[in-house]
């Protein structure tokens, strides 16, 4: 089994995660690609006032749920269930230790595959999956790319790969947080997603409901 794992915090969830997913998907003939949204992210402080893990994971699952691949678009609560940080090198232990067959890809955007190798146990990450990554924005370096790509090789002899998504869907989740918070923001996410964002009250939302088609 090929199995893609697309780690984050999602908080929110956008098209640019959708994306990126889908795309990957057929781009390395996924059997399955996971989203793992992480409990606690080791490299970022979330903002106290923002959604709960669960509720992060729930607004995952709409999000994957939309993408209408049921039997190949997974999310797995692997994260949630551990207690402390989400370390990635952790969560590829335990998917080795249940699925020692698979072939397991981790996908990741450029800011984080630029800084690989800052994080915990870069050595068993790259051990234990094949990395790939994708540009987020227009202006990210294909040149910087290779050469990191080369880098990880040397230094842990990762697998890399570089995709070329057809459709750069260039936002960020705190961009969208600012947006949001505004009353804007709505075309970054899916449908699902964004009626839970104001059903819940999510990122400062605060939208008269009576404005929202029945469901
Ligand atoms: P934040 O702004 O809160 O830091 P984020 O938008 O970077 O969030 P994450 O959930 O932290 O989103 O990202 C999860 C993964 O998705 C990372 O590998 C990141 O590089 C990638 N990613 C984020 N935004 C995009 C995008 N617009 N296109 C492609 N990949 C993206």
Known sequence: ???????GT?????????AAARFA??????????????????????????????????MVELAADGLLLPGRVKVSDLELS????????DTLE??????????LWFLMGTDMFLTLQNWREPEVITRLAGICTFARTQSDSGEMLSIQAEYLQKTFGA???????PHIVDVSSTRLRELLAKGEGREY???????????????????????????
């Open 1 to 7: 089994m090929k199995l893609g794992i697309y780690g």
């Open 94 to 103: 335990q998917l080795h230790a249940r699925y020692p067959d698979a072939e």
């Open 82 to 89: 551990r207690p402390g940080k989400s370390y990635t090198a």
């Open 25 to 58: 998907l057929d781009a390395l003939e996924l059997d399955e690609l996971w989203f793992v949204p992480a409990a606690t992210p080791p490299h970022k402080v979330l903002p106290a006032d923002g959604p709960t893990p669960e509720q992060r994971m729930a």
């Open 189 to 215: 996410l899916s449908p699902a997603v964004y009626g839970h964002i104001i059903r819940n009250r999510l990122y400062g939302v605060d939208y008269d409901l009576r404005h929202l088609p029945d469901r």
């Open 10 to 18: 999602f908080n929110p969830p956008h098209l640019g995660h959708l």
């Open 159 to 165: 697998r890399t790969c570089v995709l070329q998504l």
